[in-house]
């Protein structure tokens, strides 16, 4: 059995590979930098470091300024990635290098003449600049958060005539600039970052031709947002997202004639190419100065420039963490121009594009880029059942070209919109049952958004040869999403499609959890096991709370028990033909539980037990919610993030220490979801290193344990189930171990439901 490694970083062949961990207690600078015995120092890294290696750099905080002096060659670059990896971006990097209070200390890093070399997921900070580039070409900074004092230096230094620099995806804080390009430098890209410059120009090209300025969202307070001086000719500027946040007025600026969203003096205007900028209305920046002259209006700045095509002077009414519900619009909302030169493949948060249903598409390509550094990846969209239908099937070629189980460590993607009923566009999100079987070795599978980059997070896990269901809700990109076997084994994958969501449809309510059907006690139906071959109509409008008309389909989860004989369930609205689908799988003697939303007909929804044996089982339900033609909540589909994992602390979350495990009675308490107004959240959850039999319950925080269950488990086994519950005060949720052992705990947010 195994689960996705906690902080899990990116593989590279150990022959090519160096490693820093000052935090092992066997780390020497005077040896090689291996795996068993590290570096301490990245200073004693670089100095060692040859063409095509990578230096892996551990989490801790490295209180050095590193001098490289060492290039690497077009075929085989010098890497340093630091413990956020790739893509850490502005997230907090768990590799920190450099100093920043003492006076007089160098860079965290300073580059000098080098060639082909990439830094990434570091902290860098500095007492003035963070990274010196002196010279050289082909220096990579990416995904790094840029930081220091706060003053008149940026956070990296260009100059001694470099060539071919690119500076994407990362972040500068502290109120800084991000970079100064000094005369002589050449070919500069500044791409897809997220500047808060305070008091500070955020990108300044003096003197330096050829520079490339896109996608980049810069706050800057009494200073131009963007400056080319000098030589700066044949410069870029485009996609970019240029504000004010400080103060609107520019009242408190010392030198308000220095203010502007984007300055370019009268050397450096030829050859300049202006379009596709976002200047903040609200920011009281004058949008443009232009060879001397001040302009307000996109339309005088065209006709005196030949510049500012599609340029937009407005308020960016980002909808930021809220999302867009439909009730708001942002000019920077699917309206980049994604051929323009520079352009990063994913956002500042390593996000790939992804359409807005509620916006119309004006970009070019396909219309769906974003201007700035964040694209914006959440939108609040409705409800509508589909099936169930059978869209995955690698034993059948059902959705896939081939009768071929996916391979260990391989991803399949799967193409889900117009296709069984779903629009070609405007689907945010796919409601599968996802079901694993054939497996020749102990696993977990991971499916979320085609494109982006896959999360620690899992949604089934599984030992050798069993068969285990579970309820995927994931958001959908590019019409597709992926599978990834996170198994040393092949493995046969099944999808049941049981819905989508875009803007129309139904709302959901989350309900308290409570008890609707249970065999055992004659609760919802009669007092007896049902038998293979049997169905079981269950009521389900008309009381707790859910509307007697109006439902189009509700959320249980629901449990098999003493079952006699192996066998599956399927859920499918009353009244209708039975499909070919299956929403549980057990074997004799298993208690499962899996979440289903399942579409209503009648009031009514049925659950049939199949087997080929005369085997019975207790069928146990509890409501979780309802979704209804009117009214209801929006459900925000997000990229997988782990809110909670016993085994060890989290990155950027801190919700327990290393080793505390969940004890047989207890409750534990997590904030699972941040975002305001979240009435419910979509996660799965998942528990392993189980010391006794016995069930878990998520319900509401600070609210009365229902007597309900969300996993239920043997001694030994590790469980996953999709979990939809409304939250608590603070976006929390009480996690109930209902075992006399202790048990490891994990929990995976998907989405969240909120108001329109």
């Not at 963490?321 to 619009?329: A, H, L």
């Not at 497996?439 to 069993?466: C, D, I, K, M």
């Not at 599978?483 to 989350?510: C, I, Q």
Request: hydrophobic share 35%.
């Amino acid at each position: 059995m195994s689960l996705p490694a906690l902080g899990a970083g990116t593989a590279v062949a150990a022959s090519a590979t160096l490693y820093v961990n000052k935090l092992n207690g066997n780390c020497s600078d005077a040896g090689t930098g291996t795996l068993e015995q590290p570096y301490c120092t990245v200073s004693a890294a670089a100095a060692k470091v040859e063409p095509g290696q990578t230096v892996l750099i551990g989490a801790g905080e490295y209180r050095e300024s590193v001098t490289l002096t060492r290039s690497g060659t077009v075929e085989a670059p010098i890497t340093f990635i630091g413990a956020g990896g790739p893509g850490a971006g502005y997230r907090a990097p768990q590799t920190e290098i450099g100093f920043w209070r003492f006076e007089g200390m160098p860079p965290a890093f300073t580059l000098s003449g080098v060639s082909h070399v990439r830094i990434s997921g570091v902290e860098l900070l500095g007492y003035h600049e963070s990274v010196v580039i002196d010279g050289g070409t082909e220096v990579n900074l990416s995904g790094n958060l840029l930081t220091g004092l706060i003053g008149e230096d940026p956070r990296v230094r260009v100059t001694g005539a470099a060539r071919n620099v690119t500076l994407a995806r990362n972040a500068s804080g502290e109120r800084s600039g991000l970079v100064v390009l000094e005369p002589g430098v050449r070919d500069t890209v500044v791409s897809t970052n997220l500047i808060a410059a305070g008091g500070h120009p955020g990108i300044v090209a003096d003197g330096a031709p050829g520079t490339v300025i896109v996608a980049n969202t810069v706050d800057s307070h009494c200073e131009a947002a963007i400056r080319l001086t000098g030589a700066s000719t044949g410069a870029t500027v485009m996609n970019n997202v240029l504000t004010d946040s400080t103060d609107s007025t520019g009242s408190t600026c010392t030198d308000p004639g220095q203010r502007a969203g984007l300055w370019v003096d009268q050397e450096a205007k030829a050859g300049a190419r202006v379009a596709y900028n976002l200047h903040d209305s609200g920011a009281g920046l004058p949008a443009y100065s232009w060879a001397g002259t001040v302009y307000d209006e996109v339309a005088q700045f065209a006709a005196a420039s030949g510049q500012g095509a599609h340029d937009v002077i407005g308020a960016p009414n980002l909808p930021g963490s809220v999302g867009d519900t439909g009730e708001r619009t942002s000019p920077a909302i699917d309206s980049a121009d994604e051929s323009a030169p520079g352009m990063s493949a994913v956002d500042v948060r390593g996000s790939s594009a992804l359409d807005d249903p509620w916006v119309a598409d004006t970009g070019t390509g396909s219309g769906r880029r974003d201007r700035g550094a964040e694209e914006l990846v959440n939108f609040g969209s409705r409800y509508t059942p589909v099936g169930p239908v059978r869209v995955l099937d690698t034993r059948e070629a059902t959705g896939v070209p081939a009768r071929v189980p996916v391979a260990p460590g391989a991803t399949m993607d799967l193409p889900v919109t117009g296709l069984n009923g779903l629009p070609a566009d405007g689907v945010t999100a796919v409601t599968m049952n996802v079901t694993v079987t054939e497996s020749t070795g102990g696993g977990f599978l991971t499916v979320y958004p085609h494109g982006a980059e896959r999360p620690t997070a899992s949604n089934l896990n599984w030992t050798a040869g069993q068969t285990i269901p579970n309820l995927v809700t994931t958001q959908v990109r590019d019409g597709k999403v992926s599978f990834f076997n996170g198994s040393g084994g092949t493995v046969h994958v099944l999808a049941d499609l049981l819905g989508f969501y875009s803007t129309k449809g139904s709302g959901f309510t989350a309900k308290s959890p409570v008890r609707l059907l249970d065999t055992r006690e004659g609760l919802g139906a009669a007092k007896a096991p049902v038998r293979q071959g049997g169905t079981v109509d269950l009521q389900v409008t008309g009381a707790n709370g859910v509307p007697a008309t109006g439902v189009t389909a509700v959320t249980l989860n629901v449990t098999v028990a003493d079952a006699t004989d192996g066998g599956f369930l399927t859920a499918y609205p009353h009244g209708e033909q039975r499909p070919t689908a299956s929403s549980l799988n057990w074997v004799k003697g298993q208690v499962v539980p899996n979440l289903v939303t399942v579409p209503v007909k009648d009031g009514k929804v049925s659950l049939f037990v199949a087997g080929s044996g005369p085997g019975q089982v207790q069928l146990i339900a509890d409501l979780a919610g309802c979704y209804t033609k009117t009214g209801g909540d929006q459900f925000h589909a997000l990229v997988p993030v782990r809110k909670a994992d016993t085994r060890g602390s989290l990155p950027w979350y801190d919700e327990w220490e290393p080793g505390e495990t969940v004890r047989g009675g207890a409750t534990r308490s997590v904030e699972v979801v941040e975002y305001p107004g979240a009435s419910a959240v979509a996660m799965n959850v998942t528990v392993t290193g189980t010391a006794a039999p016995g069930f878990l319950t998520v319900y509401p925080d600070a609210t009365e344990r229902p007597v309900v269950s969300n996993l239920n488990w043997v001694t030994g086994q590790t469980v996953p189930n999709h979990v939809v519950v409304a939250t608590g005060a603070g976006g929390k949720n009480a996690f109930y171990n209902g075992s006399q052992g202790d048990v490891e705990l994990i929990a995976d947010l998907f989405g969240y439901f909120a108001p329109a």
